[in-house]
C-alpha cells in the first residue's frame, strides 16, 4: 500500500471511532428517555390530572408528603421560592442517591427530564406523571448538600 492510501485508511478508521463515540450517548440517552422510569412513565397531557403545587423553599419542600392511587396523573407545579436554584427529581431513594454522587463531580449538571427539573429562584416549572407503580418514591434536590440538609419529600402510590 502506498503512504496516501495508508494515511487515508488510518483516517477514515479514526473518523469512523470518532463517530462511534459521539454517537453512542445519544443512544443511551435515547433509551433513557424512552425506557422505563421507576415511579411510573410521564403523563399525557391529553388526559386529565389533579394539580399539586410544591414549593422549593431553602432545603425543604413543602409539602414533603404527598400520597396518590396507583394510575393517577398528577401535574406538579413547582415553585422555587428560595434564593438559589433547586431541584426536583422525582426517582427512588437508591436512584436518587447514586444520582447525587454524580452530582458532586458535575455539581451545574442541569435537569430538564420527564421525572425532574432545575429551577432558578422565583421560576416555575411543571411535570406531568402517571403513577403506574405501587410503592414510596422521592424527589429531592440533589445539588450538593442540599439533600443532606434536609430537601427531600416523599410519595407513597397505593
Known amino acids: 500500500m502506498n503512504y496516501q492510501l495508508e494515511n487515508k485508511m488510518k483516517t477514515i478508521k479514526l473518523a469512523t ?89 458535575h455539581p451545574h449538571m442541569e435537569h430538564d427530564d420527564p421525572n425532574g427539573v432545575r429551577l432558578a429562584p422565583h421560576k416555575t416549572a411543571e411535570i406531568l406523571w402517571k403513577f403506574t407503580k405501587a410503592g414510596t418514591f422521592e424527589f429531592s434536590c440533589l445539588i450538593p448538600g442540599h439533600r443532606d440538609y434536609g430537601m427531600v419529600g416523599h410519595v407513597t402510590v397505593n
Not at 48 to 75: C, F, H, W
Open 17 to 105: 471511532a470518532l463517530a462511534a463515540l459521539l454517537i453512542a450517548p445519544a443512544f443511551a440517552h435515547d433509551q433513557h428517555e424512552h425506557g422505563s422510569f421507576s415511579a411510573g412513565e410521564p403523563g399525557n397531557p391529553k388526559k386529565s390530572a389533579r394539580t399539586i403545587e410544591i414549593l422549593l423553599n431553602e432545603m425543604d419542600y413543602a409539602p414533603a408528603r404527598i400520597e396518590v392511587k396507583r394510575g393517577e396523573q398528577i401535574r406538579f407545579v413547582l415553585r422555587n421560592v428560595g434564593k438559589e436554584d433547586h431541584e426536583f427529581l422525582l426517582a427512588t431513594t437508591k436512584e436518587n442517591l447514586a444520582h447525587a454522587e454524580v452530582m458532586k463531580k
